[in-house]
């Protein structure tokens, strides 16, 4: 791992974001999280973390995948998901360590920083257009759905149904784990991990 000294599992964490990219390896350590991807390399004292958000965000063909933003006083920004990339249409999924390490840096700053802002979701300006956009999709296709029934189309209610769950599954799940909400460091929301 470089330069950091090794430590037990839980105060270490990697992963790929993506194929083609260096992995970037994190490390809890005494007073602050020290992180590597490639040449670039880098450490941000816990006292000196402003805010953590929390969020679900799945990729194209990911269902699963969380990130932890982190933002430091002096404007770096630090991403961690729970998803690690081995090929093009293929990624590891590394929840329970993700969640692990998550718990124990939000402990680790919990016990130096008083003004860490811990927020869940996405911000308020990005959630409820996609709560808007949700409701109108979901609404069309349940439009959609009875037209069918009503003209007496059964193979295309049914293709519909299926389409609809779909979208109610991808949507309303995404929407409804990003809603924007602040958390206590040591009670994390469980919708917002893995």
Same mark, same amino acid.
């Given at each position: @791992? #470089?330069? @950091?000294?090794p430590?037990?599992?839980?105060?270490?964490y990697? $992963?790929?974001?993506? +194929? =083609?990219?260096?992995?970037? +390896?994190?490390?809890?350590?005494?007073?602050?999280?020290?992180?590597?991807?490639?040449?670039r390399s880098?450490?941000?004292? $816990?006292?000196d973390? /402003?805010?953590?958000?929390?969020?679900y965000?799945?990729?194209?063909?990911?269902?699963?995948r969380? *990130?932890?933003?982190?933002?430091?006083?002096?404007? %770096?920004?630090?991403?961690?998901?729970?998803?690690?990339?081995? %090929? =093009?249409?293929?990624s590891?999924?590394?929840?329970?360590?993700f969640?692990?390490?998550?718990?124990?840096?939000?402990?680790?700053?919990?016990? *130096?920083?008083?003004?860490?802002?811990?927020?869940?979701?996405?911000?308020?300006?990005?959630?409820?257009?996609?709560?808007? *956009?949700?409701? +109108? %999709?979901?609404?069309a296709?349940l439009?959609?759905?009875?037209?069918?029934?009503v @003209?007496?189309?059964l =193979?295309l209610t049914?293709? @519909?149904?299926?389409?609809?769950?779909?979208? =109610?599954?991808?949507?309303? #799940?995404? *929407?409804l784990?990003?809603?924007?909400?602040? $958390? /206590?460091?040591?009670?994390?929301?469980a919708?917002?991990?893995?």
């Amino acid at each position: @791992m #470089g330069k @950091m000294a090794p430590l037990q599992s839980k105060n270490i964490y990697r $992963y790929r974001p993506r +194929v =083609m990219s260096n992995e970037r +390896v994190f490390a809890l350590l005494d007073r602050a999280i020290e992180w590597e991807e490639g040449r670039r390399s880098g450490q941000i004292l $816990y006292a000196d973390i /402003s805010r953590i958000r929390l969020g679900y965000r799945p990729g194209n063909l990911a269902n699963n995948r969380f *990130v932890a933003e982190i933002w430091a006083k002096d404007g %770096t920004k630090l991403e961690i998901a729970s998803l690690s990339a081995r %090929t =093009m249409f293929d990624s590891e999924n590394l929840g329970p360590q993700f969640r692990i390490f998550i718990a124990e840096l939000h402990r680790r700053i919990a016990d *130096v920083s008083t003004s860490c802002h811990f927020e869940g979701g996405l911000p308020a300006w990005r959630w409820w257009p996609a709560a808007i *956009v949700a409701v +109108v %999709t979901i609404s069309a296709a349940l439009y959609l759905i009875g037209r069918a029934l009503v @003209m007496g189309e059964l =193979m295309l209610t049914a293709l @519909m149904i299926c389409l609809g769950a779909f979208l =109610m599954w991808q949507m309303g #799940g995404t *929407v409804l784990r990003n809603r924007p909400r602040k $958390y /206590s460091p040591l009670l994390i929301p469980a919708i917002l991990l893995p």
